[in-house]
């Protein structure tokens, strides 16, 4: 890409408020122009194969898929594609499945108007962006695991499973689900018994509270 042509983007957010303000902030730029935009995690994987952008920025808390489920889709199937993860969460959990979904940076919304442009450019350029308390995790976190000589814990469940789980929380039946992803509602319920058997639960509402609780889903 040479230095004349914008960086194309794409902007993820269910709140049509919240992307008039990104979508504000980044046009106002002239190397940086919004191609694009999806109010769900699902519609951003469409826009991302249709406009084929350089940049997404992804919410986390989505409908049908969240960012960093999403993120770790583009991460996938667009490795050129870079990702920026815009959240309201100053949450280090969250902070580092988004650095392990493929995410260069993580902004806060409460500092957008401050940190976007500049995040934009850094990933861009290659370059990670971490707001400054981010910054003081990773580094809390990577002393923790040196000390400790401890590996990164592996995630409990798989992508599927995880997708699964945050259309089961969002109240889909079983036949809905399987319309949603092409599979059948044969292969939905083996999925849900795995889930609950991992996990350690027993219904539909302990697996609601547990989505909840991971922040696969909003309260």
Partial sequence: MNEHTPTRILLADDHALVRRGVRLILDSEPDLTVIAEADNGAEALTQARTHRPDLAILDIAMPRLTGLQAARE????????????????????????????????????????????EACRATMRGEPFLYPGAVNALIRNYLDLAREGRALPARAITDREEEILKLVAEGHTSQEIADLLVISPKTVERHRANLLQKLGLKDRLELTRYAIRVGLIEP
Wanted: net charge negative.
């Fill in 74 to 117: 583009l991460s996938r199937t667009e490795p050129d594609l870079r990702i920026l993860i815009l959240t309201m969460y100053d949450n280090e959990q969250y902070f580092f499945e988004a650095l392990a979904a493929g995410a260069s940076g993580y902004v806060l919304k409460s500092v957008a108007d401050r940190d976007l442009v």
